[in-house]
């Protein structure tokens, strides 16, 4: 393996999300529609691969394919729990998870992705038709998050799962084009 190799850009192939945007309406719109496209984005992305295929990591000592399937099923299932709570409730706290943890747990090393692509799908559709009924105030409640010792407002957490949705998608895609290259 190269020793040139830029472990930051291979982290993070479209860069950190940036917190400091101020959200316009355009980014609502722009990131409603990332929600509801990304579950066929990411089928698109992952059918017919092989078996080494869905095992390649998309950097060293990153995941595997399988693995980054999995966690967006956990962390977007997390994400509309999350959204939910905070629609009912007054700026409620949040609980975090390790995901890397749950990326090593069996289902995370699972070789089969129907379930967590079945998962993204149904959550994405439930997530999108909640997303397209809020009213103009419900953006702006908000959910503590302990690990981050702070508030997040419903349109920051919906720019996240933008970059979140679009970081990962970029992560196969980068394991695919480096074609195991990481898993030596």
Known sequence: MQNDINIEKLKFPIGHFDNHLEVTQENLVQWKATIKEFPQQLSSLTAGLSLEERNWKYRPEGWSIKQVVHHLADSHMNSIIR???????????????EESLWA??????????EASLSIIEGVHARWSRLLESLSGSDWDKMYFHPEHQRLFSIKESLGIYDWHCRHHLAHIGQALSHKGTFNL
């Not at 959204?83 to 998870?97: C, D, F, H, S, V």
């Not at 090593?104 to 992705?113: A, E, I, K, S, V």
């Open 83 to 97: 959204l939910k709570l905070t629609l009912t409730e007054n700026a409620p706290t949040i609980r975090p998870y």
């Open 104 to 113: 090593n747990l069996p289902d995370g090393q699972d070789d089969d992705l």
